[in-house]
Structure formats: C-alpha cells, structure tokens
C-alpha cells in the first residue's frame, strides 16, 4: 500500500529527498508524473483516468508535506523499507489504507515509472 503523510506532520522535509520516485511534495506545490520518473505522454492513474505525465496536477496538500499514492511503491525495488518512514522525526509516514498494493503490484508501479 502506499504511504501517507499524516496530520503531525512538522513540515521538516526530511522526507522529500529520500523518495526514489519523487512521490512526496512540499503542500501547496503541484505535482506531476513525469518528476523523478522516466514517464513521458500519457500516464493511466490507479482511478482509470488519463494525465499528460509533464502536465501540473492539484496539490494532495496544502499545509503539509504530502505523498502522491500514484507514484509511491513504498520504496519496493530501491530500498527494504520506506525511506520516508524510516528519517521522519516524528513517525507521521504511515501506511495508506486507502491504496492497499501487494508487492507485485508496488514492483509493477515501479517498472511503469521507471523504464
């Protein structure tokens, strides 16, 4: 599943640059597909619809970091563990609930990411 980002957040950025796929975001700012990924032209999200990878989507947050479950695989295929997890000083990188993914399934997110 992937991680979120919960409300004790101390806006710290501790967490922004571990992410290999460049899935967490300062709140406020727009993120895109394309960051961090090698993902170009149209991009199929988890919902089923369709975004140009290089075009600006709505920020997740806008008073808290935050992690954009479409690019999160929890790390699978970089690192054992959750690197945003793991530096947070305040243990508030937890798993999402709402994006429940099996291994296979974070492995194949991170094959579509990164070609």
Not at 54 to 71: C, E, F, G, H, Q
Not at 95 to 115: C, F, G
């Amino acid at each position: 599943m992937a991680i979120k980002i919960t409300e004790e957040c101390i806006n710290c950025g501790a967490c922004e640059p571990e992410c290999p796929n460049n899935a967490i975001y300062e709140g406020g700012v727009e993120w895109r597909v394309a960051d961090g990924t090698t993902v170009k032209g149209s991009f199929v999200l988890k919902d089923g619809s369709v975004v140009d990878a290089d075009a600006p989507n709505a920020p997740v947050s806008v008073d808290t970091y935050y992690i954009v479950p479409n690019k999160c695989t929890e790390c699978q295929g970089f690192h054992e563990e959750p690197q945003c997890a793991a530096v947070c000083p305040v243990d508030c990188c937890v798993p999402d609930e709402m994006y429940v993914e099996t291994v296979e399934e974070l492995m194949a997110k991170k094959e579509k990411l990164h070609i």
